[in-house]
């Protein structure tokens, strides 16, 4: 247990920044959900849609450091390929 009040205040907020960043991290997973789900279904305008929702929110959690800005690139990297071989492929 935490004895200072310095300790004290410290651990009060870790604790909000930490729900805060849990909230923050289920809004991502959500959106990469809602394209995933766009995605299987073959439906190319609403995966764009989905895919610029998803891209949104995880520039903006990554400005806020809920997760690294790298981390944020990387995933909006392979939507981004997911999207442009779905379109590819309604091309064909």
């Known amino acids: 247990m935490a004895r200072s009040l310095s300790s004290q205040k410290r651990m009060r907020q870790n604790t909000k920044r930490a729900m805060r960043n849990k909230v923050r991290k289920t809004i991502i997973k959500t959106s990469i959900r809602e394209f995933t ?23 903006r959690f990554a400005c806020r450091h809920a997760v690294h800005p790298n981390t944020a690139a990387r995933r909006k990297s392979r939507l981004a390929r997911r999207l442009n071989a779905l379109k590819a492929g309604a091309k064909s």
Request: glycine residues 0%; hydrophobic residues 45%.
């Open 37 to 59: 789900d766009a995605v299987s279904s073959k439906d190319a305008a609403s995966a764009e849609t989905a895919y610029r929702k998803a891209a949104k929110v995880l520039d």
